[in-house]
């Protein structure tokens, strides 16, 4: 294996395994963050509308 081809093949190995715990965080950490936070923001609009109607 030439030089080349192995430091290709660690830059590859290194772009791969920060994709792969970017993946790992967002699926474990953004989405339900983001999901959590949208439907409380939905619930407190919901009986702010209901309380202004009544």
């Given at each position: 294996m030439e030089f080349s081809h192995f430091i290709g093949y660690i830059?590859?190995?290194i772009i791969f395994t920060m994709g792969?715990?970017?993946m790992?965080?967002?699926a474990?950490?953004?989405v339900p963050y983001w999901l959590i936070g949208n439907l409380l923001e939905d619930r407190k609009?919901?009986?702010a509308a209901k309380k202004q109607k009544a």
């Open positions: 830059v590859f190995m792969f715990w970017l790992i965080f967002l474990a950490f953004v609009l919901k009986r």
